[in-house]
C-alpha cells in the first residue's frame, strides 16, 4: 500500500490553457473522489466514481471540467480553458466500503494549480 | 457550500495542554470524520464516527457526537508541537450520496514549545 498519489504535485498554467491532473488510488480501492480547496477553505466536493462509473458531480464541476475513471483505476481531471477562479488545490481521495457502509477516504498529496 | 463550521477558527495552547475542537452540521448523517492538514498538504484521516456512536477514542484523540445537536468535537490530549496543523471535520449524509465528504471551515491549531 503506498497510499494515493497524485502529479503533478504542482502546474501552473495561463489563462485559457487545458490541464490534465491524474490520480492514482490505493489498488483495492473502488471508490474515487476529487475535490477542490481554495485558501482558508475546507475542501469541496467534485464527483466521485465506483470503479469506471462516475457517480455523481457537483455542481461545481462546470462543463469545462471533465473527469474519467477508464478502467476502474487511475483517474484523470481535465480543465479545458482555465480561467482564474480555476486557482486551488486539487485533492483525490480513494475509499472501500467499511463496516455498516462508512467509509474512511485517504487523500493524495493534491496537485496545486495556479492560472495565471 | 460548507456543511458547517468548526469552532474555534483558530487555537493557540502550550505544548502539553489539552485542545477542544468542536464542528457543528446541519443535516442527517451517516457518519463523521476528523481530517489534519499540515500546511499546503493532503488531508490525513484521523477518525471516523458513526451516527450510531457517541464516543470514540484513539491514541490522544477522543470524539464526541451527539446527533441531537448536531455537533461534534475533537479533543487531543498532551498536545504535541507536532500536533499543528488545520482540523476538519467533514460528514458523510445519511441515504446514500456515495459517502461523499461535506467540510466544515476548519480549525488552525497552534501548539508552541
Known amino acids: 500500500d503506498t497510499g494515493v498519489s497524485q502529479n503533478p504535485r504542482h502546474k501552473i498554467t495561463k489563462r485559457g490553457q487545458n490541464v490534465t491532473f491524474r490520480c492514482d488510488p490505493i489498488s483495492e480501492h473502488n471508490r474515487l473522489y476529487w475535490y477542490r480547496q481554495t485558501l482558508g477553505q475546507g475542501p469541496e466536493f467534485l464527483t466521485y466514481f465506483q470503479n469506471e462509473a462516475q457517480l455523481e458531480k457537483s455542481r461545481l464541476l462546470s462543463d469545462r471540467f471533465s473527469a474519467e475513471r477508464p478502467k476502474g483505476s487511475f483517474s484523470t481531471l481535465e480543465i479545458q480553458r482555465t480561467e482564474q477562479g480555476d486557482s486551488a488545490m486539487y485533492l483525490c481521495?480513494?475509499?472501500?466500503?467499511?463496516?455498516?457502509?462508512?467509509?474512511?477516504?485517504?487523500f493524495g498529496p493534491g496537485t496545486r494549480l495556479t492560472v495565471t | 457550500s460548507q456543511q458547517g463550521e468548526e469552532d474555534p477558527q483558530a487555537l493557540s495552547i502550550q505544548e502539553g495542554e489539552n485542545a477542544t475542537m468542536n464542528c457543528s452540521y446541519k443535516t442527517s448523517i451517516n457518519n463523521l470524520q476528523w481530517y489534519r492538514q499540515n500546511s499546503g498538504r493532503g488531508l490525513v484521516h484521523l477518525i471516523l464516527i458513526r451516527s450510531n456512536e457517541r464516543e470514540k477514542h484513539s491514541g490522544r484523540l477522543r470524539v464526541t457526537l451527539d446527533t441531537s445537536k448536531k455537533s461534534s468535537s475533537l479533543l487531543i490530549t498532551a498536545s504535541r508541537a507536532a500536533d499543528t496543523a488545520s482540523y476538519f471535520c467533514?460528514?458523510?449524509?445519511?441515504?446514500?450520496?456515495?459517502?461523499?465528504?461535506?467540510f466544515g471551515t476548519g480549525t488552525q491549531l497552534k501548539v508552541e514549545l
Open positions: 467533514a460528514t458523510a449524509l445519511s441515504g446514500g450520496g456515495g459517502n461523499k465528504l461535506t
Open positions: 481521495a480513494s475509499s472501500q466500503p467499511g463496516t455498516g457502509g462508512s467509509y474512511e477516504q485517504y
